[in-house]
Nanobody, 123 residues
């Protein structure tokens, strides 16, 4: 059974950092790409990053480029999202999701989702 569990959210001041982690079970990263999404009140869920094998290619949406870094740990079967220089606009519920093989930008393409983890950035 494919399962994802996101963790690491919390309250942080603007300019600070948080590290989110997505623990995967029931599959390997050879078969699935992992996307990170976020959704804030009144807004659509948006993809912010994605990582896929075999070449560990990555994607970042423009608003997080240079601030967020996604990484994959095969041994632990986790995908982490290091978030630096956080802004108030980064406040949202963050989700990880799995899509077969390659990254895609549309949330509806992802068949497996973890529960969200709330990130609150105070200004």
């Amino acid at each position: 059974e494919v399962q994802l569990q996101a963790s690491g959210g919390g309250l942080v001041q603007a300019g600070g950092s948080l590290r989110l982690s997505c623990a995967a079970s029931g599959f390997t990263f050879d078969d699935y790409a992992i996307g990170w999404f976020r959704q804030s009140p009144g807004k659509d869920r948006e993809i912010i990053s994605c990582i896929s094998k075999p070449d560990v290619s990555t994607y970042y949406t423009d608003s997080v480029k240079g601030r967020f870094v996604v990484s994959m740990d095969d041994a632990k079967n986790t995908v982490d999202l290091q978030m630096n220089s956080l802004k108030a606009d980064d406040t949202a519920v963050y989700y990880c999701a799995a899509h077969a093989v390659f990254c895609t930008l549309a949330p509806r393409e992802y068949g497996y989702w973890g529960q969200g983890t709330l990130v609150t950035v105070s200004s």
